[in-house]
Nanobody, 111 residues
Framework: QVQLQESGPGLVKPSQTLSLTCTVS????????YYWIRQPPGKGLEWIGY???????EYSPSLKSRTSISRDTSKNHFTLQLSSVTPEDTGVYYC?????WGQGTQVTVSS
């Protein structure tokens, strides 16, 4: 059974870097694409980016300059870093491997 679990701080100060980890169980992260998606309050889902089986990445054009996705195959997890955050980056962040989703983690950007 494939499971994904997000972890990271729930509160980040403006201008800092948001860092989240998605720990995957039941399958190797070197298979399939693994995605980060978020949902701001009151808005729809927004794609952030993904990492391919070969470790290459693809990012949303609107977030590309601030986003980095990487992985640690020894720990079977992948991470999201979003720099220079503002309150507009507040939302629930999800990691997924189609069709499985993590439960999501709330991130609030506030001083």
């Amino acid at each position: 059974q494939v499971q994904l679990q997000e972890s990271g701080p729930g509160l980040v100060k403006p201008s800092q870097t948001l860092s989240l980890t998605c720990t995957v169980s039941g399958v190797s992260i070197t298979t399939n694409n693994y995605y980060w998606i978020r949902q701001p309050p009151g808005k729809g889902l927004e794609w952030i980016g993904y990492i391919r089986p070969d470790g290459s990445t693809e990012y949303s054009p609107s977030l590309k300059s601030r986003t980095s996705i990487s992985r640690d195959t020894s720990k079977n997890h992948f991470t999201l870093q979003l720099s220079s955050v503002t309150p507009e980056d507040t939302g629930v962040y999800y990691c997924l491997r189609v069709p499985e989703w993590g439960q999501g983690t709330q991130v609030t950007v506030s001083s």
